[in-house]
């Protein structure tokens, strides 16, 4: 198949441009077409060409579609930075990072479908078309020299982009779309980030994932965690395979997730799980928190954290017509629930936070990951971006 060049809206980045970048990096940057025969203005932006659009949607629609299966498509993405600041006020640490733009998990409540918008298009397609970011090794390298260089001058605090109170090193991987998603056995891009991270010291970084993909990388991650502080969170939101597949179809087994935490913690990793989101009505049973508890302590984990979930307008017009087609009843709970807000209300999020303490505390789980003044990200998204229960 004839390939032709990635099309690019920053043409002075060439190779060695970038600090350590090898010729390998540098050949991806360039690389071409593989399964789609989509070009670059193909029909996901008829509408309106991409010569037409500002930002992230111009890059969008100048992206090269790489490789096509099943019902996804895969776009190659420059982007300017790998290291995103983060300025909410609900989460504490300053910078996030997502190695791919969509996520083929395709979990009914992802709140992050809004994200797709920002590149006209709808939330709907999240899960078929996926971004993957281009060079992103090399880009990062840049990215932390740079703010190395910023603290070395004595900038710090606000003038430095942080918060009150917040170190500027904490690093959450996986915080809108899923580091171990299935492009990830393709493109390699969250390994290619690891590797960088694990030629620096003193970093540190959170990783989380529902994807048993992750022990692929174990070796790695014990080379990080030598002179880093490391936590990893995999999250669980239930134990039932045949409501798991329903929420999160393309999503591994929950007990495929325990079993990847049982050999992070086996290898001497620090690592817990997350149980983001609680979905009322269907993952907040006695029973079901008392098992997913006792399993999640069963496998290692040094923590639970928990939440209620968190559903933007985009979820919603996710997660309302699945609820109503499989859950009618409960369907309209929801919708008097989330009516005003994308917060639960605070009277169900006080009551289920109750009961995982007391179920948490029961199997001697703590709340947040390990020594959590040294791992500040504890809490890895806006779907966990209220205070952890308990």
């Given at each position: 198949m004839t390939t032709s060049p990635t099309p690019t809206l920053f043409p002075n980045v060439s190779a060695g441009d970038l600090p350590g970048e090898t010729h390998r990096e540098a050949a991806s940057r360039d690389f071409g077409t593989l399964g789609c025969g989509v070009t670059a203005h193909d029909q996901r932006h008829e509408a309106k060409p991409a010569t037409e659009r500002t930002g992230l949607a111009r890059l969008a629609a100048s992206s090269p579609c790489a490789q096509a299966k099943r019902d996804t498509e895969y776009f190659l993405l420059p982007v300017r930075s790998i290291l995103n600041h983060c300025d909410s006020e609900r989460v504490p640490f300053a910078w996030t990072i997502n190695p791919y733009r969509g996520c083929e998990f395709g979990c009914r409540y992802c709140y992050a479908r809004y994200t797709h918008e920002f590149l006209d298009l709808d939330g709907s397609e999240f899960e078929r078309k996926i971004y993957v970011k281009q060079n992103a090794a090399a880009i990062l390298a840049r990215d932390l020299t740079e703010r190395h260089a910023r603290l070395k001058t004595g900038v710090t605090g606000e003038d430095a982009g942080l918060k009150p109170g917040a170190t500027w090193e904490h690093i959450a991987i996986g915080t809108a779309t899923d580091p171990y998603q299935p492009a990830e056995r393709e493109f390699g891009v969250t390994r290619s980030l690891l590797e960088r991270f694990a030629e620096r010291r003193g970093l540190s970084l959170?990783?989380?994932?529902?994807?048993?993909?992750?022990?692929?990388?174990?070796?790695?991650?014990?080379?990080?965690?030598?002179?880093?502080?490391?936590?990893?969170?995999?999250?669980?939101?239930?134990?039932?395979?045949?409501?798991?597949?329903?929420?999160?179809?393309?999503?591994?087994?929950?007990?495929?997730?325990?079993?990847?935490?049982?050999?992070?913690?086996?290898?001497?990793?620090?690592?817990?799980?997350?149980?983001?989101?609680?979905?009322?009505?269907?993952?907040?049973?006695?029973?079901?928190?008392?098992?997913?508890?006792?399993?999640?302590?069963?496998?290692?984990?040094?923590?639970?954290?928990?939440?209620?979930?968190?559903?933007?307008?985009?979820?919603?017009?996710?997660?309302?017509?699945?609820?109503?087609?499989?859950?009618?009843?409960?369907?309209?709970?929801?919708?008097?629930?989330?009516?005003?807000?994308?917060?639960?209300?605070?009277?169900?999020?006080?009551?289920?936070?109750?009961?995982?303490?007391?179920?948490?505390?029961?199997?001697?789980?703590?709340?947040?990951?390990?020594?959590?003044?040294?791992?500040?990200?504890?809490?890895?998204?806006?779907q966990m971006a209220l205070p952890l229960a308990g």
């Open positions: 959170s990783i989380t994932t529902k994807s048993n993909l992750i022990v692929r990388d174990i070796a790695l991650l014990r080379r990080i965690a030598e002179n880093n502080s490391l936590s990893i969170n995999l999250t669980v939101t239930t134990l039932r395979p045949r409501l798991a597949r329903l929420l999160e179809p393309r999503a591994p087994r929950p007990d495929l997730r325990l079993a990847a935490l049982r050999a992070l913690r086996e290898a001497g990793l620090s690592a817990g799980v997350f149980a983001m989101p609680i979905l009322p009505g269907l993952t907040d049973r006695d029973a079901d928190l008392d098992a997913l508890c006792g399993a999640a302590r069963d496998a290692g984990a040094q923590w639970l954290g928990a939440q209620v979930v968190f559903l933007t307008s985009a979820a919603q017009k996710e997660f309302f017509p699945f609820l109503a087609d499989k859950f009618p009843k409960l369907a309209r709970q929801y919708h008097k629930w989330y009516a005003r807000s994308s917060y639960a209300p605070q009277f169900l999020q006080k009551e289920i936070a109750g009961r995982v303490r007391a179920v948490r505390e029961k199997y001697g789980l703590a709340s947040r990951p390990y020594a959590p003044d040294r791992m500040a990200g504890a809490m890895a998204s806006p």
